[in-house]
């Protein structure tokens, strides 16, 4: 069974930036698509960004393609987030989801807190 565990939240300035991690354990990493999560209470769940771990490949929604950026080391199993020119409107707890290419479970971390507010 997979576990994830984020890290890397914090309160920030807007303008700053913070990079968040997803180390994952107890899975075979390349065989997973990573993607970071946002949610804001009493909202739906957002998708951010996503990364093949086996290609590489990376996808991200509109609001922060020119501004995140989500990388994987394989070596430590951890995919990263790199959140730069952050806004208020990026306050959220941002979630890790591994989904698996084939058949098989898919997981959730439990979170970690973004706050931009000067």
């Known amino acids: 069974q997979a576990q994830l565990a984020e890290s890397g939240g914090a309160v920030v300035q807007p303008g700053g930036s913070l990079r968040l991690s997803c180390a994952v354990s107890?899975?075979?990493?390349?065989?997973?698509?990573i993607h970071w999560y946002r949610q804001i209470p009493g909202k739906e769940r957002e998708w951010v960004a996503r990364i093949g771990a086996d290609d590489g490949s990376r996808y991200y929604t509109a609001s922060v393609k020119d501004r995140f950026a989500i990388t994987k080391d394989d070596a430590k199993k951890t995919v990263y987030l790199q959140m730069n020119n952050l806004q208020p409107e990026d306050t959220a707890m941002y979630y890790c989801?591994?989904?698996?290419?084939?058949?098989?479970?898919?997981?959730w971390g439990l979170g970690t807190q973004v706050t931009v507010s000067s």
């Open positions: 989801f591994a989904n698996p290419r084939g058949d098989g479970a898919s997981y």
């Open positions: 107890g899975v075979t990493f390349t065989n997973y698509i």
